[in-house]
């Protein structure tokens, strides 16, 4: 697809922008026990998604501000919690497979360069800008998240015991921070520290992953996780995942990858991790300059953005056999 790019040229010379297309259409986030099944799982994944992704374009055609829509589509490869064959081997059969049911991957971006990427760590800047939202009656003895690695929607349950001699403390349910009347109350892990070092854990990965898509994550000013240019002139993939770069376009004339949206279709196993995603989306504290650039953008091409990063992620899942 050819699209016009459209760069912000002055709103802050220390944050530098992105182009942007109107969507960013994931056409799939599979693990590798779903590639390890064959071409026949992929075909399923493509044939349940074509429709999805047909009609994103469509409704977006009609959106106020769009005289010529941006779409560009991703796929996320999981090589951070397993690894398994090689770039070599799977991506001739990816590409193939979607472009049997008539799809085209725009870019591929490995799960790993999520958590860290061209001596970037997207996770850790990610992390370092949580901004918990207290429950209200807090006193501040619940731990802070960058202590324990679990981020919450409200008030959780009070611990069992108490101080010698005080007796149980009494069980009280766990309320949701703004909960129309009935809570639906969440506590996400988003990382444990091993001998190893510390693993992120999948919601989180995913909640960076959605903040990469939308072009607002920035280290020092600069974009994190740029699409390096893959077509047949660099031959064959590599044998190795780490010799891939962690984002890379595949189609030349692709719209930019970063979005003022994102839309993903999902397997329905996916629901808790993106709606655990939600949940971090709405308590991480971006940059102004980087919000700033977006909406103004949007205002001046006449497109409506959500101001909440949250309600900029759109889903469509559908149930496995």
């Known amino acids: 697809m050819t699209g016009t790019t459209f760069r912000e040229e002055s709103a802050d010379p220390r944050t530098q922008s992105l182009p942007l297309s109107h969507l960013s259409v994931e056409l799939g986030h599979l693990y590798m026990e779903d590639f390890a099944a064959g071409p026949g799982r ?23 501000g769009v005289r ?8 996320l490869v999981d090589d951070y919690f397993t690894r398994f064959s090689s770039p070599a081997e799977l991506m001739p059969m990816l590409l193939a497979e979607a472009k049997a049911c008539g799809l085209t991957i725009d870019y591929l971006a490995r799960e790993a360069g999520c958590a860290a990427a061209d001596g970037v760590e997207p996770a850790s800047l990610v992390e370092g800008r949580l901004v918990e939202s207290p429950p209200v009656g807090s006193n ?17 349950t009070p611990a069992a015991g108490g101080e010698a001699m005080s007796g149980a403390t009494a069980w009280a349910a766990p309320v949701e921070t703004g909960a129309r009347r009935h809570s639906v109350f969440m506590d996400v892990e ?14 989180f990965l995913a909640a960076v992953w959605q903040l990469l898509r939308l072009g607002l994550l920035r280290r020092e000013g600069q974009p ?12 064959a993939f590599p044998r190795d995942w780490d010799d891939l770069p962690p984002l890379v376009r595949l189609n030349a004339s692709a719209a930019p990858f970063a979005a003022y949206g994102t839309f993903s279709v999902l397997p ?7 709606h655990a995603v939600r949940l971090v989306l ?10 700033r650039q977006t909406a103004e953008r949007a205002d001046r091409e006449g497109f409506a ?17």
Do not use: H, M
């Open 42 to 64: 992929l075909r399923e994944q493509f044939t349940r998604v074509k429709p999805w992704a047909d009609a994103a374009r469509v409704s977006l055609a009609g959106a106020a």
């Open 68 to 75: 010529r829509p941006r779409v560009s589509t991703c796929f």
């Open 140 to 156: 501040g003895s619940r731990p802070a998240v960058r202590e324990i690695g679990w981020l919450c929607n409200g008030e959780r």
């Open 190 to 203: 988003l990382w444990d520290d091993g001998e190893g070092g510390r693993t992120w854990s999948c919601p």
């Open 224 to 235: 994190v996780l740029q699409a390096v240019p893959w077509g047949p002139e660099r031959g």
């Open 268 to 274: 329905s196993r996916f629901l808790p991790v993106e």
């Open 282 to 291: 709405g308590q991480v504290a971006l940059e102004e300059a980087v919000l």
């Open 305 to 321: 953005v959500p101001p909440a990063v949250a309600d900029r992620a759109a889903y469509a899942f559908y149930a496995e056999p």
